[in-house]
């Protein structure tokens, strides 16, 4: 017992506040049976109340109620930005056909139409472009009795003598000797 005092003493010494509060009774009191007693309660209680019953609605007013929902910022947002990609693509997908549909057929065009020089040029500035693999594949496809004229066309004798002319003219004397 005399322990016990002691620290009553102790407390009081270090801590006033706390020791006037250990004295004090609870803020609180509760009737008696009062926790046995509320579940009872409270299910009279639900039982007496009368439910809401549910008003029928015109089929115009979840109209209105749909309506104003998609008028809320996010789903407006998604529904324009889904618009907006829709047109975006409806427009994309119009404008490649109508382009294919005016564009002439490349394969179409025969070889026979184009000018030898014409030919001859596109090949001398996009020799590297062309795949070796190609020429030889059709050469594979080249018959005795159907040559493929159409892919390169022979130059005729002037045409030949202006090109070897163009050749001469442009060897250097050092690689002329190299080749002789």
Do not use: C
């Not at 609180?28 to 109340?49: C, G, H, Q, W």
């Not at 065009?109 to 596109?122: G, K, M, R």
């Not at 795949?131 to 080249?142: S, W």
């Amino acid at each position: 017992m005399k322990n016990q005092d002691e620290l009553r003493e102790e407390l009081k010494e270090l801590l006033p506040f706390l020791s006037r509060i250990q004295g004090k009774d609870e803020g609180f009191s509760v009737p008696k049976n009062y926790f046995k007693t509320l579940p009872d309660e409270v299910m009279k209680r639900i039982a007496s109340d009368i439910a809401p019953t549910r008003q029928q609605k015109n089929w115009m007013d979840e109209i209105t109620l749909f309506i104003a929902a998609l008028r809320q910022p996010r789903y407006a947002v998604a529904l324009a930005t889904a618009a907006v990609l829709l047109v975006a693509g409806f427009w994309m997908f119009n404008r490649d056909s109508g382009t294919r549909a005016a564009s002439p057929d490349l394969a179409a065009v025969a070889l026979e139409d184009i000018s030898y020089d014409a030919l001859y040029s596109y090949i001398a500035t996009n020799i590297e472009d062309i795949d070796n693999d190609l020429i030889l594949d059709a050469q594979k496809f080249e018959t005795a009795e159907k040559p493929l004229q159409h892919l390169a066309p022979r130059p005729g004798e002037e045409e030949m003598e202006e090109y070897l002319d163009d050749v001469i003219d442009e060897i250097d004397l050092k690689d002329l000797e190299d080749l002789l």
